[in-house]
């Protein structure tokens, strides 16, 4: 599966953050296109648009001043594309929100948000569940956004397989360690984590925590994307 392919739908979505709803900015540069996001996300339970952008450059300081919980960031804006703003607004700020970008079907444009930092992707053709389910899916944080498409785009652009660098992150990592990492590339959750290896999801969050910190990344996504660039997993 690629970018240009259908999104599948997330299967289990849980509330968002207890102390409140789900902040959200918007950044397109696309008058109806931030419409329409507006209205399908202000119509929904839980969920609170607070904000807009229209460029790269100007989503980055809504973002900063505001502070939401996501991010919807089109990939190509004027000013600054959305892999730049994106850059900038995680290096900027000392409890970034999650940020989504969306596109209507560059791969490689995709990919390139993802390694910057982006926690997933939607097209601009999803519909409006997908669209509420990414995001509550994301706020939350304990899961891939479709992971199948994110390991398609890992097969299809991730740098060639290096044996040393794979073997450097599994000295680095535990064996539990290890294990967790294999199966969040498959896209399980923490809960689904946690039955497969029959331990309790306190401590399947404890060790997905001892995983970002070894890889220097800030959440699933970005593991994911470094064990597969390293050869530690394969995408195919």
């Known amino acids: 599966m690629t970018a240009t392919e259908p999104v599948p739908a997330v299967s289990t979505v849980g509330p968002g953050p207890a102390a409140g709803p789900i902040r959200v900015v918007l950044a397109d540069d696309e008058h109806l296109v931030r419409t329409a996001l507006r209205a399908i996300l202000g119509a929904e339970p839980g969920v609170e648009v607070v904000g807009e952008a229209t460029t790269g450059a100007e989503a980055v300081s809504v973002v900063r001043a505001l502070r939401p919980d996501v991010v919807l960031m089109d990939v190509r ?8 703003a994106t850059e900038r607004i995680l290096a900027g700020m000392d409890d970034p929100p999650r940020v989504v970008v969306t596109t209507f079907e560059n791969d490689a444009y995709v990919y390139d948000a993802l390694r910057a930092g982006a926690s997933g992707f939607l097209l601009k053709r999803a519909g409006a569940d997908e669209l509420v389910q990414a995001v509550k899916l994301v706020a939350r944080s ?3 956004l479709f992971p199948a498409a994110v390991r398609a785009l890992a097969a299809a652009h991730a740098a060639p397989r290096s044996d040393d660098r794979a073997a450097a992150l599994r000295e680095q990592l535990s064996e539990r360690e290890a294990e967790v990492l294999r199966l969040l590339a498959t896209g399980l959750s923490n809960t689904e984590i946690a039955t497969r290896m029959t331990l309790g999801p306190a401590t399947i969050k404890t060790h997905v925590a001892g995983v970002l910190a070894k890889l220097g990344v800030r959440d699933r996504t970005q593991a994911v994307i470094a064990a597969y660039e390293c050869g530690f997993v394969s995408p195919r």
């Open 142 to 144: 304990d899961s891939l």
């Open 77 to 84: 804006m004027p000013e600054a594309d959305g892999i730049r």
